[in-house]
């Protein structure tokens, strides 16, 4: 059975300031108010101060409110939706891998230097850039449409930082190896773009 | 009982202000720590190029902002929740952090990687804004308490209690589990209790690559039983919901689980850790350190008094 807590007053500990004119937050009871009867029959009730009132449409508002909150978090959840974060799915880690994978990027540029592309050379984190990559070539293997031309966006995002030498190829290379770890086996897929 | 009243009994609960008072310190000031010491370099990403956002539901409305604004709202955010921690004008101080807090971090997983383990301490922050969490163990608190005292208003009250002080708490709850529920969902639905043996968290062990990863996943036994511990932990987080040691139980094994994926992933959930507290009776814990307090100055006393010379 439930045991959640619920409403209870507890012995007398420390002073409290009683005026809730003065308070600071608004949020000190007045002595004696016992706050909002929500839900109780109107027939049986005294009339509401102003307060009590107002104090009355704000619970049954955020009553609402929850309410709402609540459909979309479940339906956020059952969808397993992130893009509504922070009401959003928990989908994290939830897919079947048979394979593990590790991604390289690297450049040729016109003066001939070959270069291996950085998360921190556009401003991401390592997984923010391997979550672009997985726009070009999936874990497992599978070439995305227009997988050359978003791997040429990327080397235009690059040149943009290196204007002095940009690159004229850049190579996107995925090895994928089988689960569990230390099982034989390796391929290798590569994805390239060149300047023509 | 009414479904109607059973929804209101069960969301709007009157707890001791205190209660989310300390719940408001322990968060705003985990988000002010957060924000401050750990979010800075979110500002750089207002050079980042286009092509990699990709905004949140909630930001498409919203332009992106230059530099110069993203280190206004900075300086704002931190501001705005170090008063919330401190309880200086707390209520409006909330209403600024709280959205504030929400774009700052949602600009960051607009760059293509959303992370869950910031949510409770969004809607925290949002639902301390509407709660009277500057009632108690605040600035807002001793200058109203003065200014009764000035006014010869003040007198001693038993323990305030408040329903927007449970709703906020409960709030957290639902989120807690359903946090855990919905993940424990997600991994049946995509993968079924085949998960443990799928090689979904021994794939992400190894791309993370810690030291601590790598020495376990070499093991691979020892991976499933750690993937079988995770799903049964997140399928049984309603037995938050229940006082006691099966909850304590639960809050060990779930701080334990987060320490794991902070050393072995690598991914924090400090701030879901941190909301656990919203299943506890807070200001019963620091009535007891008082108490403790006090007998351990009155034993000091005591001594000291045996001591001098008569």
Known sequence: MSKIPSARQQPPHAPQATSRQRGGTGTLPIRGDQGPTVGAPSGTEQPLRPAAHRRRWLIALLSAATAIWLAAQLGAGLAMTIHTWPVAGFPMFSEKRAVADERRIEVRTRSGRGVTVRPGDFGLTALQLLNYQRGIVSDAGMVKPMAAARLGHLAAIWNRQHPRDPAVSMTLTLFVRPLPYGTPGESRHIIRWSAS | ?310
């Open chain 2, 1 to 310: 009982m009414s479904l109607v009243r059973r929804w209101q009994a069960f969301w709007f609960p009157a707890v001791p202000v205190r209660r989310v008072a300390l719940f408001r310190i322990v968060m705003a000031g985990y988000a002010f720590f957060d924000v401050w010491l750990v979010s800075g370099f979110i500002s750089r990403y207002a050079h980042v190029d286009e092509a990699f956002y990709k905004p949140l539901l909630f930001l498409r409305p919203l332009p992106r902002l230059d530099s110069g604004l993203t280190s206004a709202v900075y300086a704002v955010l931190v501001v705005s929740l170090a008063l919330a921690l401190v309880g200086c004008f707390t209520r409006p101080a909330l209403w600024i952090a709280a959205p504030l807090y929400l774009w700052w971090w949602g600009t960051y997983y607009s760059f293509g990687a959303v992370h869950h383990g910031r949510i409770p301490v969004v809607v925290a922050l949002f639902v301390l804004a509407v709660a009277p969490s500057g009632g108690a163990y605040s600035v807002d608190w001793l200058r109203s308490r003065r200014r009764a005292v000035g006014g010869g208003a003040w007198q001693p009250a038993a323990e305030p209690c408040d329903e927007l002080a449970g709703w906020a708490l409960r709030v957290m709850m639902v989120l807690i589990v359903g946090a855990y529920v919905l993940a424990a969902y997600a991994k049946l639905r995509v993968t079924g209790p085949g998960w443990v043996t799928s090689g979904a968290l021994e794939a992400v062990m190894i791309r993370n690559g810690t030291p601590a990863a790598m020495l376990l996943v070499r093991h691979v036994w020892l991976v499933e039983a750690m993937a079988a511990l995770t799903l049964l932990l997140e399928a049984t987080a309603w037995l938050l919901f229940f006082r006691g040691r099966i909850r304590d139980a639960y809050v060990v094994a779930a701080v334990l689980f987060h320490i794991g994926t902070l050393v072995v992933l690598n991914i924090s959930f400090l701030g879901l850790v941190a909301a656990y507290l919203a299943f506890y009776d807070l200001e019963v814990g620091v009535d007891r350190v008082r108490t403790w307090l006090r007998q351990r100055r009155l034993r000091t006393d005591s001594s000291a008094r045996e001591l001098q010379p008569r």
